[in-house]
């Protein structure tokens, strides 16, 4: 299988200045991703990975030039149209993806978010597996139980008054269809959905989940998701031996 891994991040930020190049726990950020992807390929040597890095930071390019685990990484330059803050992501790697797949015609197109290291080597391989499974899965991204549900106990403003976002009658929590929240950690993408037009987004094709443990769904936007992720991950990593793993090689890159 051809996989194309992809990392995406820009140099600004309006939430937390230059958090892609933060060190998280005296490691770069970036590390924790890319000795996931390491892993991967260590598990894997039948599969030929690619992994490919999409910033308008120079800094970030020479980060990542610094490691000795993952090599052959291709460098791919932001484009201004999608620099900004209001650019979609899935843009982003659309493009990284048409960049690369004239070297190779690419089985998974698998991004993983800089800003959600929490992840371990099992979590991608559940991913990269449940797209594969099912031929009509447009991607598959990963998710926790929801702690709230928009049927019961989330609301939203209604011209003067709150109202609940699904309207229903349940009464009880349990009634309520199970809900999932997006952690931002792993979206693994069909290259034929990328090929098309995405005119909607991503949420209104057809989806796939694989669900994570629930480390809170902290994605890094501010100094203090940054705190907090520091501390959970030094937590996480003494009680979760697979991303204690992670974790141990991203510190030696």
């Given at each position: 299988?051809?996989?194309?891994?992809?990392?995406?991040?820009?140099?600004g930020?309006?939430?937390?200045?230059?958090?892609?190049?933060?060190k998280?726990?005296?490691?770069?950020?970036?590390?924790?991703?890319?000795a996931?992807?390491?892993l991967?390929?260590?598990?894997?040597?039948?599969?030929a990975?690619?992994?490919?890095?999409?910033?308008?930071?120079?800094?970030?390019?020479?980060?990542?030039?610094?490691?000795?685990?993952?090599?052959?990484?291709?460098?791919?330059?932001?484009?201004?149209?999608?620099?900004?803050?209001?650019?979609?992501?899935?843009?982003?790697?659309?493009d990284t993806?048409?960049?690369?797949?004239?070297?190779?015609?690419?089985?998974?197109?698998?991004?993983?978010?800089?800003?959600?290291?929490?992840?371990?080597?099992?979590?991608?391989?559940?991913?990269?597996?449940?797209?594969k499974?099912?031929?009509?899965?447009?991607?598959?991204?990963?998710?926790v139980?929801a702690?709230?549900?928009?049927?019961?106990?989330?609301?939203?403003?209604r011209?003067?008054?709150?109202?609940?976002?699904?309207?229903?009658?349940?009464?009880?929590?349990?009634?309520a269809?199970?809900?999932?929240?997006?952690?931002?950690?792993?979206?693994?993408?069909?290259?034929?959905?990328?090929?098309?037009e995405?005119?909607?987004?991503?949420?209104?094709?057809?989806?796939g989940?694989?669900?994570?443990?629930?480390y809170?769904?902290?994605?890094?936007?501010?100094?203090?998701?940054?705190?907090?992720m520091?501390?959970?991950?030094?937590?996480?990593?003494?009680?979760?031996?697979?991303?204690?793993?992670?974790?141990?090689?991203?510190?030696?890159?």
């Amino acid at each position: 299988m051809n996989i194309l891994f992809t990392i995406c991040g820009r140099g600004g930020s309006k939430g937390l200045k230059n958090k892609n190049l933060k060190k998280m726990n005296g490691v770069p950020l970036v590390y924790y991703t890319l000795a996931v992807i390491r892993l991967y390929q260590e598990a894997h040597p039948w599969d030929a990975v690619k992994v490919a890095v999409n910033t308008d930071s120079q800094e970030l390019f020479e980060t990542i030039r610094s490691q000795k685990a993952v090599f052959d990484i291709q460098e791919v330059e932001r484009k201004g149209a999608l620099a900004g803050d209001r650019a979609a992501k899935v843009d982003v790697i659309k493009d990284t993806y048409l960049k690369c797949r004239n070297q190779v015609a690419f089985d998974v197109v698998v991004d993983l978010d800089i800003t959600s290291p929490m992840r371990r080597l099992k979590d991608v391989e559940e991913a990269v597996r449940a797209l594969k499974e099912d031929a009509g899965c447009d991607l598959v991204f990963s998710v926790v139980p929801a702690r709230r549900s928009p049927y019961f106990n989330m609301v939203e403003k209604r011209q003067a008054y709150y109202r609940k976002i699904c309207p229903s009658r349940y009464t009880a929590r349990q009634q309520a269809p199970k809900a999932y929240e997006l952690n931002a950690s792993i979206y693994a993408y069909n290259p034929e959905f990328l090929e098309r037009e995405i005119e909607k987004t991503i949420l209104d094709y057809n989806c796939g989940i694989v669900e994570m443990p629930d480390y809170l769904v902290l994605d890094i936007d501010s100094e203090e998701d940054f705190r907090r992720m520091s501390m959970l991950m030094e937590y996480f990593g003494r009680e979760d031996r697979e991303l204690a793993r992670v974790m141990e090689l991203a510190g030696n890159l």
